[in-house]
Antibody, heavy 111, light 112 residues
Framework: QVQLTESGPGLVHPSETLSLTCTVS????????VYWVRQPSGKGLEWMGR???????SYNSALKSRLSISRDTSKNQVFLKMNSLQTDDTGTYYC?????WGQGVMVTVSS | DVVLTQTPPTLSATIGQSVSISCRSS???????????LHWLLQRPGQSPQLLIY???RLESGVPNRFSGSGSGTDFTLKISGVEAEDLGVYYC?????????FGAGTKLELK
């Protein structure tokens, strides 16, 4: 059964680093690429980056300097780290694989 | 980066009406491998997005066949033949041909 679960802190202070985990079941990370997508409240979807099945990464041009995606294939987990968070980074963060989406994790950036 | 322009931004429809959404790309989405990675998603209120159509015209498993996709190169269309109440929400096109991948701004389908 396919399941994706995003986890991480609900609240992050400005200028701090966001760390999120996407735990995948039903797909092998060495066979499929995992994507991170975010959505500011009431707005559209924004593609953040990709962990390819072969370990290569690709990032949104606007976020590239702050963003890092990594993985642990033994745990079937993909990690997102983004530094220097600001209030406009507030929103719901999703991971997706093979057309399946997680429920998302809401992140609020506030002091 | 590739820019996807979706029109219209909002669509009002009655139940049973057929509607179309356009997605125009700033460059061709034909990949060097011969595939075109243009997909359509639906996000219902309060839910995660779900995949409806992938690679222009391939219907995702479990998606009703009143949804169809067409197009090539830079111009693509999603058609709903007979809107049902469960189809309401925001539709997004997304391209996976050129990294970084990009989404359209979305088309909100409402009941008239």
């Amino acid at each position: 059964q396919v399941q994706l679960t995003e986890s991480g802190p609900g609240l992050v202070h400005p200028s701090e680093t966001l760390s999120l985990t996407c735990t995948v079941s039903g797909f092998s990370l060495t066979g499929y690429s995992v994507y991170w997508v975010r959505q500011p409240s009431g707005k559209g979807l924004e593609w953040m980056g990709r962990m390819r099945y072969n370990g290569d990464t690709s990032y949104n041009s606007a976020l590239k300097s702050r963003l890092s995606i990594s993985r642990d294939t033994s745990k079937n987990q993909v990690f997102l780290k983004m530094n220097s968070l600001q209030t406009d980074d507030t929103g719901t963060y999703y991971c997706t694989i093979g057309g399946y989406w997680g429920q998302g994790v809401m992140v609020t950036v506030s002091s | 980066d590739v820019v996807l322009t979706q029109t219209p931004p909002t669509l009002s429809a009655t139940i049973g009406q057929s509607v179309s959404i356009s997605c125009r790309s700033s460059q061709s989405l034909l990949h060097s491998n011969g595939n075109t990675y243009l997909h359509w998603l639906l996000q219902r209120p309060g839910q995660s997005p779900q995949l409806l159509i992938y690679s222009v015209s391939r219907l995702e498993s479990g998606v009703p066949n009143r949804f169809s996709g067409s197009g090539s190169g830079t111009d693509f269309t999603l058609k709903i033949s007979g809107v049902e109440a469960e189809d309401l929400g925001v539709y997004y096109c997304v391209q996976g041909t050129h990294a970084p991948y990009t989404f359209g701004a979305g088309t909100k389908l409402e009941l008239k």
